[in-house]
Structure formats: structure tokens, C-alpha cells
């Protein structure tokens, strides 16, 4: 798996002589050095003098190697905790034009309704193949359509077939603009975002990250009144030019974040501002058919093993219902679940 330069930081060797050390090193040299011009045996003490330039000059040192690293501004324990990029982080590659037409292959068979979605996917590791890239380079989706589509769904069913992490974030549920951005110190919650933090445990620079129904996320606001807008927090990150050297508010340390793979879902775009549609084009995904909703209950009680008397009854219910808008992806995966677990169920005697 190839490594990239993550973080833009350098990182000083693990050798390098502590406080104590450097002083120890330059009081021998003075001693020395007097001993060499011919100073009197007596001269060779250390005067309070002599002892306080040498802890200046050990601070200053230190200092130095410090500042060169691009850290010297963190604590102990951020300094520590950013050591896992000492050598890097993985990007997850797609080896062959043809191991893309598989990963295209599995999620169109899987749901042919987000076809528009899989085509540009294709398009784009096809094309990330032939330009020689260490991983595929996928500009940011922006998924508008009918809620119960399964457009989350097609997500994890990505990064599944990418084989990086997927991290899924709820716009409607925590402070969204700080989950995947983070926060600088100052606030209450201040912290990296959760999309860098999964990095940091995965080692993988390219995980699938997912903002589901970021045209609801609401402003943060500080102690202080400042507010903080999600879809603008974004834009930097959803650059691939700026994503390159993205300063983590927390760290405040630049971070490559280009290689990440972003979908956004929404059911529409309003409330979402014109700079943040210019950098995710919405892509409309249609609503669900009778014939989707079938065809993707039979595949999926297949996958889970179900007897077929089950999953033909599951198919049923949804043909029943007569209108392929008042079922969605969500209600068949719940009867699937719902059956899986009555099969399941240990008997009582």
C-alpha cells in the first residue's frame, strides 16, 4: 500500500539529546576549551554565571530543533499524538481499469438506481489508473434525492468495495461544522473533527467520509457569537488545491486531506450556498421502483442467508403496498432485519 506525506510537519530524530544532556556536553567543552588557552586548575569551576548561559544556550537549542518541526506551538501530549505520521499515513489504491469496472460493477448490480452516481465513480478511478495516481482521486458528490434512496447506503457500499474506512457523519445531529472540521482551543469542545481523528486511528489517507443531510445542518456560535457554517467550513476541504495543505483548526498543523472521498447527501439543495454548489455540482438521483424495492430485498435476504419462503414473503408485503413512494430503502431493510431476527430468535420451552 503506498504512503504519502500526511502531515506537514518534521518530525526531529528520535536521538536528539535532552535539556540535561546538551548541558552536561557543553560544560565539558568549557572545561576543555579553559583547559586548552591555559586557564588556572581553578578557573575550570562553573561560576552561577557560567551555569546560567549554559541553560540559555540548551533552551535555545531546543527551541530551534522545535520550531523547525513546525510544532513547537503544541503540547506534549498533541506532539505525541501526531508521532503516527512520522512516517506518513496508506492510501488505499485501485490497482487496474479493470479492478474499477469491478467496484463499478458490484454497486450498479446492487442499486441500479444510482447509476448516475457509479458512472462518474467509473469515470474518475479509470482515470486516476491511467495517470498513474497512488490512489483514486474522486472529487466531492453531492447526492440530491428523495429520502429512503439508500444513498448512505451506496456509500458504505463503497468504501466496502474501496477497502478504506468510511466515517459517516449526521448533519442534523451533533454540531456538524465541528465533527469534520474540528475546533480550535477556545471553545468548550475544542478538539480535531472526527474525519482527521479516523485517519489518525486507520492510518488510510482515502476513507469514504459521508455528510448526510448537510442542506439541514445549522450554524454553530461560540461563547463569544461567533458562528461557524458547516457547508462553509467545507469548502476549503473540498478543493483538492487547498485539501493539499488544510490547517486543522485544532492543531493548526496542515494536513493533505485531498485524497479523502466525500459524499454528501441531501434531499434538496436549498439553503446551500452558491460557493459550495460550484465545488459539488448536485447530482438528482430519482426515486425508488416497485421493481428496485423487489430486486433489492431479494439480493439482500440472499446475502443474509434467509430462507426463501421469508424473503418471497417480504416481497409481497412491499407489492402489496401498491405505492413505490410510501416504501423506501430504509422500510424493506427493516423487515429484513425484523424477519432475521424472528429466524434467529432462540425457542422457549
Known amino acids: 500500500m503506498p504512503r504519502i506525506k500526511f502531515a506537514d510537519v518534521s518530525f526531529p530524530d528520535h536521538n536528539i539529546p535532552s535539556g540535561y544532556d546538551i548541558e552536561v556536553r557543553l560544560k565539558k567543552f568549557l572545561d576543555r576549551f579553559r583547559e586548552q ?3 588556572p586548575k581553578f578557573d575550570y569551576a562553573l561560576s552561577d554565571s557560567d551555569r546560567l548561559k549554559i541553560k540559555r544556550r540548551s533552551a535555545a537549542y531546543l527551541s530551534a530543533v522545535s520550531r523547525r ?7 506534549p501530549k498533541d506532539r505525541a499524538r501526531l508521532e503516527v505520521f512520522r512516517n506518513g499515513a496508506q492510501v488505499q489504491p485501485v490497482e487496474t481499469e479493470h479492478r474499477a469496472d469491478e467496484i463499478a460493477s458490484c454497486l450498479h448490480t446492487e442499486m441500479p438506481w444510482m447509476a448516475p452516481a457509479t458512472e462518474r465513480l467509473l469515470h474518475e478511478m479509470r482515470a486516476s489508473v491511467r495517470n498513474g495516481d497512488p490512489a483514486p482521486l474522486v472529487r466531492p458528490m453531492l447526492l440530491v434525492g428523495p429520502p429512503g434512496i439508500g444513498k448512505s447506503h451506496w456509500s458504505r457500499l463503497l468504501g466496502a468495495q474501496l477497502s478504506v474506512p468510511t466515517t459517516i457523519i449526521e448533519a442534523t445531529g451533533e454540531p456538524a461544522a465541528f465533527a469534520v472540521t474540528g475546533s480550535q482551543k477556545g471553545w468548550g469542545s475544542a478538539g480535531p473533527g472526527r474525519v482527521l481523528e479516523a485517519i489518525m486511528a486507520s492510518q488510510i489517507a482515502n476513507p469514504v467520509v459521508v455528510v448526510d443531510e448537510i442542506e439541514k445542518a445549522g450554524p454553530a456560535v461560540s461563547t463569544k457569537g461567533q458562528s461557524y457554517d458547516l457547508s462553509q467550513g467545507l469548502l476549503p476541504l473540498l478543493e483538492r488545491l487547498t ?28 439553503g446551500l450556498s452558491a460557493p459550495f454548489l460550484s465545488r459539488c455540482p448536485p447530482m438528482q438521483l430519482s426515486s425508488l421502483s416497485m421493481n428496485h424495492l423487489i430486486s433489492f430485498a431479494d439480493r439482500e435476504g440472499v446475502r443474509r442467508q434467509l430462507p426463501h419462503d421469508a424473503i418471497d414473503a417480504v416481497k409481497e408485503v412491499i407489492e402489496a403496498i401498491q405505492a413505490p413512494h410510501l416504501v423506501s430503502l430504509r422500510s424493506v431493510i427493516r423487515m429484513l432485519d425484523s424477519v432475521e431476527q424472528n429466524i434467529n430468535r432462540p425457542l422457549l420451552h
Open 37 to 39: 588557552i591555559g586557564s
Open 69 to 75: 518541526s513546525g510544532m513547537d506551538h503544541l503540547d
Open 243 to 270: 485539501a493539499q495543505s488544510w490547517s486543522c483548526p485544532y492543531y493548526r498543523v496542515p494536513f493533505d486531506m485531498s485524497w479523502i472521498t466525500w459524499i454528501l447527501t441531501a434531499n434538496s439543495v436549498n
